[in-house]
C-alpha cells in the first residue's frame, strides 16, 4: 500500500521532469542541427603546424620497421588516348630495409606508411604500397636494402616543382591489458616521422615500349 | 515509484561481479600465446594432419634457389631475383570433408626469423583443393642465408574465435649451420614454379 507521502513525491517528480521538456527537445534539436551542418561542410580539422623533420632528398628515413632512402620521384603523364582518359601519377623511387629487430619477420610495406603531403591544407594521398619486383613484395629482415617504389594517385593536371613525400613509422608496443586489449607488444599505429621533398622529374608514358 | 529498488542494484552487482570473473578466468588463456594450439611436429615425407579436418599436408622436396620464374612466363616476366635465398617448398595435400582452416604458411629458424611466401608469381602457393581431391604444389619463401639452422614450416591455423586448435610444425632438416651453407652453396640458378595439379585422392 502506497502512502499518501509517496504519491505525492511522484506526483511533484513527474511535474519537474515535464516543466522543460520543450527547452530540452529544443537543446537536442539545436545539437542534432548543428552536428549535421558541420557533417555536411566536411567536418573540422585540427590544424596543426608541422612537428617531424622535412629534409631533401636523397634523404635516409628509419620509420618503425623500415628504413627508407629516396632516391627521386617522377611526374608520369599519359595523355588522353582514343579509349582512355588522361591520367597522371606521382612516382617515388626508394631502397629498402627491413630492420624489424623485435619480430625479425618479413613485411610489405603497407600502402598507408608512405603518403603524399599537396600542401595548403588539402588531404594527404596514400601510396598504393610498396613495389619491390611486383606489389607488396615481403621485405626480408637482415638482407641488405632492396629497390623499390610506390605510387600516388594525383589529378590529370598535376605539376609541381617539388613533392613533399611524408613517412609514418609504425611502433611496436602491446595495449592496455585492463580494457582486455592485447598486452603483448606488436607493430601497431603509425605516425609521422619525417617528411621529404624530392624534385619529380615528368615522364610522359605513351604506351609504347621502349 | 521508486528508481533504485534493491533488485535494480543486484543486476548492476551481478553485472560488474561477471565481469570479474571473467577476468579472473585469465585472460592469457583468451589472448595469450598460441596455448590453445596443439602442435603436430613432423618431417619431410610425413603427412600430417591439418587442424581435426581431416586433411593432410606432407612436404615432399625442398629446394633452395637463386632466382625463381613461373612456369609459363610471358614476354615481360623477368625472373625473380633475391639479396638472400629462395626456398621451394613442395606439398602434397589430401583434402577430407571438413573444409579445413585458412592458414599462411611461414617457415621459422631458431635464430627467431619469420619468412613468409613471396608474394609473386601467384604459382606460389599452398592450399588444400576441394572435398574429395588431394593435390600437390609449390610454394616459395625468400630468406636470410645467415639464419637457416631449424629451418621448420609453420602452417598455423588463422582463427577468428580462440578454440582448442592445432597446427603443424614441419622440421626441413637443417641442424647446423654447416648444413645451411651448404644448401645455400649449391642452390639451383634458377627454379620454376609450377601452378598447382589437383587430381582424385584415393
Known amino acids: 500500500m502506497e502512502s ?5 513525491d511522484a506526483m511533484i517528480a513527474d511535474r519537474v521532469i515535464h516543466r522543460h521538456r520543450r527547452i530540452w527537445l529544443l537543446v537536442i534539436a539545436l545539437i542534432v542541427a548543428a552536428a549535421l551542418v558541420i557533417l555536411a561542410t566536411g567536418g573540422w ?43 597522371t601519377v606521382l612516382r617515388v ?21 608512405l603518403v603524399f603531403v599537396p600542401g595548403g591544407g588539402e588531404d594527404l594521398v596514400d601510396s598504393n604500397g610498396g613495389d619491390c619486383q611486383g606489389l607488396n613484395w615481403d621485405l626480408v629482415y637482415g638482407l641488405p636494402p632492396v629497390e623499390c617504389s610506390t605510387k600516388f594517385e594525383v589529378a590529370p593536371d598535376f605539376a609541381a616543382d ?19 586489449l592485447q598486452e603483448k607488444p606488436y607493430w601497431q599505429s603509425e605516425t609521422p616521422v619525417a617528411v621529404v621533398r624530392l624534385k619529380p622529374t615528368v615522364v610522359v608514358d605513351d604506351g609504347k615500349d621502349g | 515509484m521508486k528508481l533504485y529498488r534493491p533488485a535494480t542494484i543486484l543486476v548492476g ?23 590453445n594450439l596443439k602442435v603436430v611436429h613432423g618431417t619431410i615425407g610425413e603427412a600430417l594432419p591439418f587442424a581435426g579436418s581431416g586433411s593432410t599436408m606432407k612436404v615432399t622436396r625442398i629446394k633452395f634457389a637463386k632466382t625463381i620464374i613461373q612456369s609459363d612466363p610471358s614476354d615481360d616476366d623477368k625472373p625473380f631475383e633475391t639479396n638472400g635465398v629462395f626456398i621451394a617448398v613442395e606439398w ?32 606460389s602457393r599452398m592450399e588444400f583443393p576441394d572435398a574429395g581431391f588431394a593435390s600437390t604444389g609449390a610454394v616459395v619463401f625468400e630468406a636470410n642465408p645467415a639464419d637457416l639452422k631449424g629451418l621448420t614450416l609453420r602452417m598455423k591455423p588463422s582463427m577468428i574465435f580462440n578454440v582448442y586448435n592445432s597446427e603443424i610444425r614441419v622440421d626441413l632438416g637443417i641442424p647446423t ?26
Request: proline content about 4%; cysteine-free.
Open chain 2, 177 to 202: 649451420e654447416d648444413i645451411a651453407q651448404q644448401m645455400v652453396d649449391g642452390a639451383v640458378d634458377q627454379y620454376v614454379v609450377n601452378g598447382d595439379v589437383t587430381r582424385v585422392a584415393s
Open chain 2, 13 to 35: 552487482l551481478l553485472f560488474v561481479l561477471l565481469g570479474g570473473i571473467t577476468r579472473l578466468a585469465g585472460p592469457d588463456h583468451v589472448y595469450g600465446d598460441d596455448q
Open chain 1, 162 to 180: 617539388t613533392v613533399e613525400i611524408g613517412v609514418l613509422g609504425e611502433q611496436y608496443k602491446g595495449d592496455n591489458g585492463a580494457l582486455g
Open chain 2, 92 to 123: 602434397d595435400a589430401v583434402r577430407g570433408v571438413k573444409d579445413p582452416d585458412s592458414f599462411d604458411p611461414v617457415l621459422i629458424t631458431d635464430g627467431g626469423s619469420v619468412y613468409t611466401e613471396v608474394s609473386e608469381p601467384s604459382e
Open chain 1, 4 to 8: 499518501l507521502d509517496e504519491v505525492i
Open chain 1, 45 to 87: 580539422k585540427e590544424k596543426k603546424g608541422r612537428v617531424v623533420p622535412t629534409m631533401d632528398a636523397p634523404a635516409t628515413v628509419t620509420a618503425g620497421r623500415f628504413e627508407f632512402g629516396f632516391t627521386k620521384a617522377e611526374i608520369i603523364r599519359k595523355p588522353k588516348g582514343e579509349y582512355s582518359e588522361a591520367e
Open chain 1, 93 to 113: 623511387y626508394f631502397t629498402a630495409k627491413n630492420i624489424d629487430s623485435e619480430e625479425h619477420k618479413s613485411e610489405s610495406i603497407h600502402n598507408d606508411l
